[in-house]
């Protein structure tokens, strides 16, 4: 017998006994009500013994009642098993997704950038025209504040955990080394997260005034799951800690 089965008949079992309890109470005040005694208690005590007897009844039939919407709940979740195991197969890949645990593809935009090529001005660092870490992070929150729903560098999945950073002259993205040119895949609204790249004086336009940067729209682009591990030494889930 499966654990389905013995809940259905753990709850009839409840139900029954509540039955039971109820048709006993009421059963009590009418003996109550007819028993000889009655000429030696007052009027008033007999109606608050009968008052706490009908009280106590109405608790019992409320919890009858509860119990029984809880077990027609469970035989209707039963019934719709198949509708039920969909729908938390759905809520996982959603949180998948949203944690970068899975590959995902749709429309978009693809960001090529690159150091810049021209030679530098008399007193001009040559590094102005290298691409930096900041420089990546501005596209980045650009994309995020225009709706991106997942993004890669370089086939780097970005999640809640990643870094970007300077390490020398290349840059770190969850802890994997990568140089230029960087290729950024976000999935997305392709004109909103085109516009919020090239708008006048964006950030687009301040990059591209040393570096390389093109921006192209797509219908179809593929943002790969995140290979790395995820390990939270410090992070409980509330729930878990009472």
């Known amino acids: ?5 013995k809940a259905q008949i753990a ?6 006994l509540l039955g039971f309890s109820i048709t006993i109470q009421l059963r ?6 007819g028993a000889g005694s009655v000429s030696s208690l007052r009027a008033g005590e007999i109606q608050s013994m009968y ?5 106590k009844n109405e608790a019992l039939y409320l919890e009858y009642e509860r119990i029984q919407s809880e077990l027609n709940q469970y035989m209707e979740s039963v019934k719709d098993t198949n509708t039920t195991t969909k729908l938390m197969k759905e809520q996982l890949d959603n949180a998948e997704v949203l944690a970068g645990l899975k590959e995902v593809e749709g429309p978009g935009v693809v960001v090529k950038l690159n150091d810049g090529t021209k030679t530098p001005l008399p007193g ?6 290298w691409l930096h870490d900041s420089d990546i992070l501005l596209v980045i929150n650009e994309l995020k504040d225009a709706g991106a729903e997942a993004i890669s560098i370089n086939g780097e999945r970005l999640t809640s955990m990643s870094e970007v950073r300077c390490v020398g002259s290349v840059l770190s993205i969850n802890n994997v080394r990568t140089g230029a040119p960087f290729i950024i895949n976000a999935i997305g609204d392709p004109k909103t997260l085109e516009s919020a790249l090239l708008f006048k004086g964006g950030v687009v ?7 390389e940067v093109d921006v192209k729209t797509t219908d179809l682009v593929t943002v790969p799951a995140y290979k790395g591990a995820i390990n939270f030494k410090y992070a409980v889930p509330t729930a878990a800690k009472k």
């Open 1 to 5: 017998m499966n654990n389905k089965w």
């Open 11 to 16: 709850l009839g079992l409840v139900c029954m």
């Open 28 to 33: 009590s005040v009418q003996k109550n009500n």
């Open 51 to 55: 008052q706490k007897e009908k009280e």
């Open 124 to 129: 001009e660092p040559e590094s102005l025209y």
């Open 205 to 211: 336009a301040e990059i591209a005034a040393y570096c």
